[in-house]
Each structure stands twice: as structure tokens, then as C-alpha cells.
């Protein structure tokens, strides 16, 4: 089993940062990926960016440019730096890990309690 705990939410004014961070632990060898996703009142929860083990990244087009999803695999820490906020990226941010199969299908092993983003205009 995985337990995943998130940190650094709060609420920012539009065009301000905020940092993320999940640090995992429990049964981890099966684990090649991170990713954070995020869900807005009323909306279904949407992949925000992932990270392999070798480093490639994925991210949504609403956060391209914006966010920077990065890891310490020594620690088993993902990161989520979030700049340019726009009130649109209002939602709870999960962590989420699990193991890449191909494109377009992996496991998904655990997720994180979550952490409020609120973006103010």
C-alpha cells in the first residue's frame, strides 16, 4: 500500500505562486509515476501534469507554460510550482502515483487526501 501526503495550499491572488508538494511512502518498487490532478466544485477531476521515473513530463494545456510538475526520487517527493495563477485554477490539487503501462494507460495506486488552491481575482 502507498500513503500520500500533499502540502502547500492556500489561497493566492490571480497572477501569484504557489508551491505543492506530496511526499509518498508504504510499498513504492511498483511506482514509476507521479502525477498531480485537480477538481473543481461541480467538475470532474482533470490530469494537471505527471512525471516518469526517467524524467518526461506530461502536462494539461490550461497549465502549459505556467506550471512545472518536478521530483525527488530519493525522498519519493513530486512537486507542483504553479505560477501565473489565474482564479480558473481554483480546485482541491491531488497527488497521484502509479505505474506507466503505455500510452495512454497506466495504474493508478494511490491518491493523496488533497490540498485547496484558491485563486482570487
Known amino acids: 500500500q502507498v500513503q500520500l501526503v500533499e502540502s502547500g495550499g492556500g489561497l493566492v491572488q490571480a497572477g501569484g505562486s504557489l508551491t505543492l508538494s506530496c511526499s509518498a511512502s508504504?510499498?513504492?518498487?511498483?511506482?514509476?509515476?507521479m502525477a498531480w490532478y485537480r477538481q473543481a466544485p461541480g467538475k470532474q477531476r482533470e490530469l494537471v501534469a505527471e512525471?516518469?521515473?526517467?524524467?518526461?513530463?506530461n502536462y494539461a494545456v490550461s497549465v502549459k507554460g505556467r506550471f512545472t510538475i518536478s521530483r525527488d526520487n530519493a525522498k519519493h517527493t513530486v512537486f507542483l510550482q504553479m505560477n501565473s495563477l489565474k482564479p480558473e485554477d481554483t480546485a482541491v490539487y491531488y497527488c497521484?502515483?502509479?505505474?506507466?503501462?503505455?500510452?495512454?494507460?497506466?495504474?493508478?495506486?494511490?491518491w493523496g487526501q488533497g490540498t485547496q488552491v484558491t485563486v482570487s481575482s
Open positions: 508504504g510499498s513504492l518498487s511498483s511506482i514509476n509515476i
Open positions: 512525471i516518469r521515473d526517467g524524467g518526461s513530463t
Open positions: 497521484n502515483v502509479g505505474r506507466w503501462i503505455s500510452t495512454g494507460f497506466r495504474t493508478n495506486n494511490a
